[in-house]
């Protein structure tokens, strides 16, 4: 079974910098695409990042330029480092894997339990 742990919330003052890491265990054949969303309270979960072997990364408008999607491919880890963060970057974020755990398997998506930030002074 796969499981996705996000870890590296909390609390930043405006302009500050967090970094968010996702680690993926369990049995898995191949990671496709690995991304992050956020969700505050109210509104639908967006996009933010996201990364494949396939195409460059890509970004949410709202975070081109401050954040930064990678990933250690030996670790099954993704990561967010998120620079110059603003009060609007507030939110639950949640760390998104489709993955297939078989050659025989069709891929599917993997969510964590998302992690908190909260930016405020």
């Known amino acids: 079974q796969v499981q996705l742990v996000e870890s590296g919330g909390g609390l930043v003052q405006p302009g500050g910098s967090l970094r968010l890491s996702c680690a993926a265990s369990?049995?898995?054949?191949?990671?496709?695409?690995m991304c992050w969303y956020r969700q505050v309270p109210g509104k639908e979960r967006e996009f933010v990042a996201g990364?494949?072997?396939?195409?460059?990364?890509t970004y949410a408008d709202s975070v081109k330029g401050r954040f930064t999607i990678s990933r250690d491919n030996v670790k099954n880890t993704v990561y967010l480092q998120m620079t110059s963060l603003k009060p609007e970057d507030t939110a639950v974020y949640y760390c998104?894997?489709?993955?297939?755990?078989?050659?025989?398997?069709?891929?599917?998506?993997?969510w964590g339990q998302g992690t908190q930030v909260t930016v405020s002074s």
């Open positions: 990364t494949s072997s396939l195409v460059m990364p």
């Open positions: 369990g049995i898995m054949f191949r990671i496709n695409a």
């Open positions: 998104n894997e489709n993955i297939r755990t078989s050659p025989g398997n069709m891929a599917r998506d993997y």
